[in-house]
């Protein structure tokens, strides 16, 4: 067996920072060799420090529990590969400075998403942003670089569209969201706030969904990273659901095609199926028939999260189609985004 | 003190029945002086016929408590306004028995609201459509007539935007709704449906959403209903929240406003307001400010629940605006659209 | 019309403080004059500080929302009661400090409850425990003096059992809780811990309701208080419900007495009902009938929250008889408690 | 390989009968070769007649979903043994007539639990109840058996009290239980009933748990089943949980012993080891020590949802100790139990 490839987590205790724990348990390429948290988390065990607030599953990971905290400098720490799963207040300079330092930083945290030399990825839907991080190096002059995946409620529906988009164009979409309390992190939304409630409000959320797709299905010039055009509305939810973000959707196409056209048009997508990434789903899009379905609980773990699933597609009265799109937003929309970005990089030869 | 006006409720054990029971209680213009209900529940008081399934309150109100329930036959009951709360399977004979019969039947149930001849019903936007109660009663032959409201997640958006339909006009509509769990009576949502869970799925909510409005806004021709043109498109889903549906929409309008020449309209919509009737919220139309406002636990009681609950008013970077509308659905939608609708019909002579 | 009584409401940011300023709304004999907080929310008004952490009711009543936050310094308040609803961690000082400047200090703190010569009252149950007021005062030389509620879990179930101990004596008592969201506070209860979930830990609740009822059924003898014997075994849960905590009891009783003796003690129990104090709930214990009553979320509200409901009263197969008990934890098990606390003392002439 | 046995679920299309579907999915030792419903069903496939209420898992296991549903008649249906996941108000002649055809009848129904000469089983607790096989088919004139197990909310603390029971002798238990939803199959609770609220009673529940232990501890004579003696006493409610019962217990036993030595004797009790029946869990009771679990949506799939999870084991202020158990009241509890049962009785050569 190959040597596995040593890795380390950024912002290891939070309720991503868990996530990429769990995920990267037995991972076949992988070995997490250090976890970085905050100076107060330093030098306790993970297990200490992350204490009765381990959320994501019934218990630690062996492999992880002993593990002890270091704070997150690089000099500190070994590997090829930073998962970033820091809170957006502290990730940026710390991400630069493990870029700096020859890292591979795989970000899940918003800091870097929208600057004009850093690939904002969804491996099936802009595998050839990569090219971009040649340039970034030489920009910055940096050893390594750094990958981010953009926000939650954007994955999942971005990679429903991408084989829309590629066969038909897409150049309006409305979106009202219903996401996850996990995806307010830990402790996040209080109890007494969404018993018996909605919150209809999410703090940056809408921005985010409405300018990340330009740059998704944006270009790469050789220089910079240039938007696409389509006008984009969003309003984001907050419902009393532990994980799984369902999203409704109403979109108007460039060219035509019939409700069957577009159905098999997000079936067949498979874009990385020769890569063969250990992460990646079998299908990355599953369409469901039934009347009722996806539904959170039920269908947010199909593909082990990282799938996104499609439902109700319909024509729309207003627009040509309307539809739902469930992700599971701690895992497609984050954590298991990341880890798969960062198998693109190393099927690409990046790492 | 004059005489209040006798009253029955047919269907007076489910959801809404109770509702309709509720919100008589100490009513200044009605008396409930008979309850119909099914065959099975017949003789018994109603409090026996409703048994541990009074849901909307801690106890049912004492002047129902002991009165017997009737089987729903014109004959047996004595009255002038019939309010139906009867599942759609059974109302449509029923209550065209009673109309032929003398009452004034207002409807809460589907069957007749989209009939030719027929009001749909609210008051605040279309109460002149009681022009064509007269034309019923001859065309049917009838000694009274059938009125009716809305569905309940109809008629707190259509509300909502009625002064910006009569002050610039709409064209297109895009709602997602997150709907209560009252909505669908009881006992309704099985519980392992809804925990940790949305359902994407109301059957032929989306039909009524898209269609009741154009008649709402439509015109009598002294004949008949017409509709009006207006593109919309809903998606409905079911949420955890016992009361208070919400929901988000973009409009586009015919004729532009200012973000706060839309707000204003909202506000200062009241074209009631001079005829005091008592279930009449003071303020039709509560737009609230903060950013994530309305919440449906915090805010569906709001004026008694008779109110259409604004909030998140914006520009839309597709349409026109964008904002959210809750209201309560077994109140302002249902059992208390009815009362108005009676009080009105009172106002106006028609009882 | 005479003056009413100035008092403050010390920690009136929190969820307990929130619920102060609600029942104080138009008390008959009260009058809120001063609002204390922390000092970050010094010199804000109310409505600033609490922000959108409002959550007891839809919105602020009107005479709060302007006033100014004032440091908790008695030098700073004029007044004759303060009622205490700080946090435990500072609460003493600032009460002690009040007492000696000569206020009437009613505390839903933890901190003086068990001290010897602070009373622990319930006022059916031991309003003779203020004998100890003057002795209090005298032993601290202090201007004014504390007196105590005891801990929400408490309160509901020994103003339950005071009339069976009356009448029969209790000597052992087995409790299991499930309590409301709101009892830990706001934000409390992440979200994320209680969804689909129960936590059977609630930290230092145990040990209050396995002593606090020995006081409150034991007596002061002049100079301190002494404790009764009962021996009570708790096991306290929280459950995902916003109000209203609900207990199962086993009892065993000293002097045998029937099913029907132990009801009606119950039920007829209201020694305080000559002193007519606004907050008095007319029937300080409801017995329900009903297999499956009461309820939380149907049942906390009676009385306006004040009183103590119990059902399903039947007997024990190893013990003499069991039951359950419910009780609004942040009206009659906080700041209700501590207002009818109040009440007392000035029916006593102690303000 | 050798053949599997054949077996075939009687109730199939339920919530245990589902749960049995998913547990017999690849099972080493059986294969489902018929699925029995009411005639209703008949002739459908599974999945159609399961259609959208299939509940406990994403999907319907394949090798399930075309298979043809049969009625429950013994005629139809060739096997060795029969899964009972009957209702109960049907199960009892279509268990006997199985039974009389020669089936090893292994149910979950209530109905057959108590009787003199029918095991009711618990493999860890009391195999050696399976001597009374033999009499219970010459008593009866059957080919085949009855095997039941008891009620899921008895099951998980009878298992947690074996060792104690064997070790110190058990006589006093208060037990109060937090269930959950699927406990009372689907439909099941209305949402309406169980959001924001917590349901104190459950049909004939609290009987079943003070009868089955005696029982279950009881003594084969040879001729029939004789209870032991143990004061039981129980208050079962309905919690808003999907999954997973939690339960509180006080316990007093004949023998003493120390904190440590109760603590062990369920760590170390395992007295199935030997036997490897596939769903033997590796530990049949998991004694956790953190104060705050277990915990339903946490611990309840630990040993796949076969264990009994204890925690917060301490001494009692009345009796000796108190502390939780948790336990999936579907797999554990029920079918989960059977398919247990079943393993026992191939093991033991009865099958």
Redesign the interface.
């Known amino acids: 067996m190959t040597k596995k490839i040593p890795v380390c987590v950024l912002g290891a205790t939070g309720m991503v920072g868990q996530r990429f724990i769990q995920l990267l348990d037995n991972h076949p390429w992988f070995e997490v060799t250090a976890l970085g948290a905050s100076e107060r988390s330093a030098e306790k065990t993970y297990e200490e420090a992350v204490g ?1 607030r381990w ?1 994501v599953s ?1 218990s630690i990971p062996d492999y992880a529990r002993e593990m002890k905290i270091v704070e997150c400098n690089a000099e500190n720490i070994d590997g090829k590969i930073a998962f970033g799963a820091l809170d957006s207040g502290v990730a940026e300079p710390i991400e630069k400075e493990f870029a700096k330092a020859g890292f591979a930083v795989v970000s899940n945290s918003k800091n870097h998403r929208m600057e004009k030399d850093v690939p904002l990825l969804i491996p099936e839907v802009n595998a050839q942003h990569l090219d971009s991080v040649k340039v970034q190096k030489k920009n910055r002059d940096w050893e390594g670089f750094i990958v981010t995946n953009p926000n939650c409620t954007t994955i999942q529906f971005v990679l429903a569209l991408a084989p829309l988009h590629q066969e038909f164009g897409i150049n ?3 979106l ?1 969201s ?1 996401q996850a ?2 995806g307010a992190g ?16 999410i ?1 940056g959320e809408e921005g985010k969904v ?1 300018e990340e797709p330009l740059k998704l299905f944006g270009e790469w010039n050789g220089q910079e990273f240039k938007d696409t055009e389509i ?3 969003a ?1 984001c ?1 907050r ?4 994980d799984g973000h ?1 999203e ?1 959707l ?1 979109i108007e196409l460039d060219k035509k095609g019939s409700l069957e056209d577009v159905k098999n048009a997000m079936k067949k997508f498979n874009p990385l199926k020769e890569l063969n990434l250990p992460s990646s789903p079998s299908q990355p899009i599953i369409v469901m028939d ?10 947010r ?2 593909e082990r999260g990282m799938g996104s699933v499609v ?2 597609v319909r024509e ?4 040509d189609y ?1 539809f ?1 799109v469930l992700g599971h937003n701690t895992v497609r929309g984050a954590a298991g985004a990341a880890v798969l970005n960062a198998e693109l990089l190393k099927a690409k030869g990046l790492i």
């Open positions: 009765g959320i019934d309006k979409i409305f009202t219903m309390l996990s830990y402790p996040g939304v209080a109890s007494l706030n969404i018993i018996d409630n909605v919150v209809p409000f703090g409405e006008a984009i509305s309003q939810n419902v009393n659901v532990k369902l409704t109403n039934e009347d009722d379905r996806p539904q959170p609980r039920m269908d773990d199909l439902g109700r729309c009265p207003v627009l309307k739902i």
